[in-house]
């Protein structure tokens, strides 16, 4: 089993960015592929990006592409977004999450952290 600690969430104005953290502990890091997920005010949770165990495979959600970049660390158990450009309706709770075994197109994961909030004023 793993655990995750999302950080790095915050107030910040339209126009700006933000990295976000996940720090893994438990099982080897490299055996999961790890994603992140947001849940807006008054949605449901959505897919926002996920990477494979090593990186080689990378998915964005078709409304982030260009302004939100996944990557991972594999000696530093830590995965990260980086958002840039952010908007008002980028404002919701991001989660992280983590999924063992290979690689695919599913968007269902078993691991979640607690969330980190992301606040974009206008």
């Known amino acids: 089993q793993v655990q995750l600690v999302e950080s790095g969430g915050g107030l910040v104005q339209a126009g700006g960015s933000l990295r976000l953290s996940c720090a893994a502990t438990g099982r080897s890091f490299s055996t999961y592929n790890m994603g992140w997920f947001r849940q807006r005010p008054g949605k449901e949770r959505e897919f926002v990006a996920d990477i494979s165990r090593h990186g080689s495979y990378i998915k964005y959600a078709d409304s982030e592409k260009g302004r939100f970049t996944i990557s991972r660390d594999n000696a530093g158990n830590t995965v990260y977004l980086q958002m840039v450009n952010l908007k008002p309706e980028d404002t919701a709770v991001y989660y992280c999450?983590?999924?063992?075994?290979?690689?695919?197109?599913?968007?269902?994961?078993?691991?979640w952290g607690q969330g980190t909030q992301v606040t974009v004023s206008s």
């Open positions: 999450a983590a999924r063992p075994g290979v690689y695919s197109s599913s968007t269902l994961y078993d691991y």
